[in-house]
């Protein structure tokens, strides 16, 4: 459809046109982006909830889009740990730059890639960690909650 209506006003304006093209395209990157956000966000939270509350998938995506709507921060933090997240990485990786162009790379190669698995390991678990306490604190549920074992 967008591309019928580009073709159809290139025959009047080629600027219009153009400018059509890439305010559709930009719109379509953007509600890819946050419909992608939001499936994250609810799939994060979602097994959080699976694996504390060992309730059915139907039932744990209804909790965790409640969650989702019933606190507005919950959105803003995952952006914000993902944030960190994606630039930890990012850092990261330009330090290995400078390795690749020096002739003692080689030997520097494996120190850094043992520290660069470290750090993205535990920038993960870290992530990881701050989703599920902030969960749990939003939730107001107690560790003897979670702790109990689940009855059948």
Avoid at 9 to 24: D, P, R, T
Avoid at 31 to 52: C, D, K
Avoid at 93 to 121: E, K, W
Wanted: charged share 10%.
């Amino acid at each position: 459809l967008i591309r019928k209506m580009v073709d159809y006003l290139k025959e009047y304006s080629v600027v219009l046109s153009n400018f059509i093209g890439l305010f559709a395209t930009v719109v379509g990157i953007t509600v890819f982006a946050v419909l992608l956000f939001l499936l994250t966000a609810v799939s994060f939270y979602g097994s959080i909830e699976i694996s504390i509350s060992r309730r059915g998938p139907f039932e744990t995506f209804k909790q965790s889009l409640d969650f989702l709507m019933k606190e507005k921060g919950a959105l803003i933090f995952i952006a914000i740990v993902g944030i960190v997240y994606t630039a930890v990485i990012f850092i990261t990786m330009l330090i290995g730059f400078p390795c690749t162009a020096t002739p003692a790379g080689m030997l520097i190669s494996f120190p850094y890639h043992f520290i660069v698995f470290l750090v993205n390991s535990y920038t993960g678990l870290w992530a990881l960690g701050s989703l599920v306490s902030f969960y749990l604190n939003r939730q107001k549920k107690g560790l003897a909650e979670i702790a109990s074992p689940p009855v059948y």
